[in-house]
């Protein structure tokens, strides 16, 4: 069963079955569920980092936490028991515990950065070219199936406004960091901090800050949807008072949140105005003022799922304004100055430190270079097949998780669509697949990723020219909706029309002799 000592290595490559980019929360939930579901295949997990956790493992900024509850944003496959809003720290150890307990570890391979990924038809193999960073070595992969889990953003380059240099960034005289980059040893206690983005990190950080700063402003172009609530789910803590168990609990309370969290999506595109101001009534409730003010600083200007919508547990944001500590400013930056900036409309801000919260650049596969049979891919030319595979580019599958519901429901729903077609291939002796058109879609319309009307982040909106295509036929686009998605990837025929296999023998038998250059 996926025995680490059968995968097979030499001076020249190491050779596995399926090779898994990336130990975050999506790699290491795949990788489980191969392990669980095909366990005849020889697999690697090659990440960059010199430890696991992904995103959870790059953002170290004070309060850093998820906005999804962890009964979705768990996995299925281990409960969580913990509050539903949880830190870093707790997921990093959540996802430590199945790592251990699974045995995933010694599949793993610490930093190592890809450089190359390259398929050739002829073999039925990617070869993928890698750096070792503690010592600089150039080493080769070779695998059959390449998963991969690597994320859609930079981690290591931030997303800054370009104007800002020419607006006098270099001016400034205080201390300047993208959250992205926070150290967690700096010290921030009796500072005075601007904020500048309005965000879900923005919504994390403000509360902690104002717990030690001298004051935090917090400054936005335009003001973010917030959804406040305590952080506990009444159901959970029911069930366990009664003796339920875990696995249990789990389950149903997944279940319960998963339904809520589609009846809301429902009423926000059906009465947005009205979940508005239910929104409205849980700020008054946290705060204590049934006069609380929201414009013009909490009204925002998009519709209220357009963008994902920020968590705010126990409304530690507007209970920081409320209570002096957080000063919120709508405005935009006429120029930085050296004590802090000046707005649009004239408003001085002073601050020793600010923070820019304004999000992260896009990255598709993570920036690596792709072959196929020796032509580059240019993934804006490719069409997608239900965000998961892409025309043109064989064997190999792309987590890309929900921005409305919990990134990780969708890590487990691919873990059984992928591991079901490579046993599919397994059993049937074929080593190739790719996704084409059928003849009906030969003359659909092929557009963008997503509609700007149906989801429209900046970051997205910003490099959606570099991502790849979708068609006007429910198989091919990703629809963002976990809810329709759960009643119909499951049923998915690997036999269809659109899947096309080939090859002599089965996946899981080819040898590394047969790598090519990459």
């Given amino acids: 069963m996926n025995v680490v000592g059968d995968i097979e290595s030499d001076a020249v490559a190491t050779h596995v079955d399926v090779l898994i980019v990336g130990a975050g929360i999506s790699g290491i939930g795949s990788a489980y569920h191969l392990q669980e579901q095909c366990p005849w295949a020889r697999y690697a997990i090659l990440e960059m980092k010199d430890t696991f956790g992904g995103t959870w493992d790059t953002h ?20 969580w028991v913990g509050a539903p809003i949880a830190s870093a720290g707790e997921i990093l150890k959540y996802m430590g515990e199945v790592i251990e307990e699974n045995g995933i570890d010694e599949h793993i391979r610490y930093g190592h950065r890809i450089t190359s990924c390259a398929y050739a038809r002829d073999t039925g193999l990617w070869t993928v070219a890698a750096t070792r960073l503690e010592d600089g070595a150039e ?32 001016d400034f005289q205080g201390d300047f960091v993208h959250a992205q980059e926070w150290d967690p040893d700096y010290d921030y206690e009796g500072k005075r901090i601007l904020v500048i983005g309005s965000g879900a990190t923005a919504a994390t950080v403000v509360p902690a800050f104002a717990e030690k700063a001298a004051h935090v402003t917090m400054l936005q172009r335009s003001p973010t949807y917030f959804f406040c609530s305590e952080n506990k789910n009444e159901l959970a803590d029911r069930l366990r008072e009664i003796g339920v168990d875990e696995p249990t609990v789990h389950r149903i309370v997944r279940q319960q949140i998963m339904y809520d969290q589609d009846q809301l999506t429902r009423r926000c595109q059906k009465e947005p105005d009205v ?37 705010c547990p126990d409304g530690d944001v507007f209970r920081a304004a409320v209570d002096g500590n957080l000063t919120v400013v709508t405005d935009t930056i006429e120029r930085f100055t050296e004590t802090g900036v000046t707005t649009s409309s004239g408003e001085e801000i002073e601050a020793d430190l600010i923070v820019a919260c304004t999000g992260f650049n896009l ?17 804006s030319d490719t069409v997608t097949y239900r965000g998961m595979m892409f025309t043109g580019v064989p064997n190999m599958a792309w987590v890309m998780g929900y921005f409305r519901a919990s990134w990780t429901l969708r890590v487990d729903m691919m873990g059984d669509f992928v591991c079901g077609m490579l046993n599919h291939m397994h059993g049937r002796g074929v080593d190739r697949v790719e996704v084409q058109f059928r003849p009906e879609d030969r003359e659909m319309d092929i557009l963008p990723w997503i509609e700007a009307e149906n989801f429209n982040p900046g970051y997205l909106m910003r490099g959606l020219d570099a991502m790849p295509r979708r068609g006007d036929k429910s198989e091919w686009r990703h629809n963002q909706d976990y809810w329709r998605e759960r009643e119909e990837i499951p049923r998915i025929s690997y036999d269809a029309p659109e899947f096309v296999y080939s090859g002599e023998r089965s996946i899981g038998t080819k040898k590394k002799e047969q790598a090519v250059t990459a």
């Avoid at 990255?363 to 993934?379: A, K, N």
Wanted: hydrophobic share 35%.
């Fill in 60 to 79: 170290k900024y004070p309060g850093v936490r998820s906005d999804s509850d962890l009964y979705t944003f768990g996995y299925r496959f281990k409960p």
């Fill in 275 to 311: 979940v508005f101001e239910e929104l409205k009534e849980l700020v008054r409730a946290f705060t204590g003022k049934p006069d609380f003010e929201f414009e013009p600083h909490f009204t925002p200007k998009y519709r209220v799922w357009q963008q994902r919508l920020a968590f």
């Fill in 363 to 379: 990255l598709v596969m993570g920036g690596i270079p792709f072959t196929v049979d020796g032509e580059r891919v240019d993934w």
């Fill in 139 to 170: 080493l080769t992969f070779t695998c059959n199936f390449l998963w991969m889990c690597q994320g859609y953003y930079d981690h290591e380059n931030p997303y800054l406004p370009p104007e800002w240099q020419e607006k006098g960034l270099a």
